[in-house]
Nanobody
Framework: QVRVAESGGGLVQAGGSLRLSCVVS????????IGWYRQAPGKQRELVAA????????YAADSVKGRFIISRDNSKNTVYLQMNSLKPEDTAVHYC????????????WGQGTQVTVSS
């Protein structure tokens, strides 16, 4: 069974930065598009950024465009999310998983990593 492990979250002041990491135990990781998702209390999980298998195509939601950068290292089965200029509304549990817009399914969800931005 594929396992997903997110890390790097924490408490940061508005305007600060964090770098999230996600390791995926999928032998086919390098072939799959991956996304970072987040879920704030009382809200639905949403896709905030995604990256194609070869890193040639990236997506960023309007709410994070220009502030968040997604990247991946296929040799390490790892995807990253560099989060800059953080805002209190970025507070959420962040998860990585397959980009379901293309795959139609997900890996089993990991525990996620909590990002809290104070004003």
């Amino acid at each position: 069974q594929v396992r997903v492990a997110e890390s790097g979250g924490g408490l940061v002041q508005a305007g600060g930065s964090l770098r999230l990491s996600c390791v995926v135990s999928d032998r086919a990781f390098s072939l799959n598009p991956i996304g970072w998702y987040r879920q704030a209390p009382g809200k639905q999980r949403e896709l905030v950024a995604a990256i194609s298998s070869g890193s040639s195509i990236n997506y960023a939601a309007d709410s994070v465009k220009g502030r968040f950068i997604i990247s991946r290292d296929n040799s390490k089965n790892t995807v990253y999310l560099q989060m800059n200029s953080l805002k209190p509304e970025d507070t959420a549990v962040h998860y990585c998983n397959l980009d379901s817009r293309y795959t139609g399914h997900y890996y089993p969800w990991g525990q996620g990593t909590q990002v809290t931005v104070s004003s």
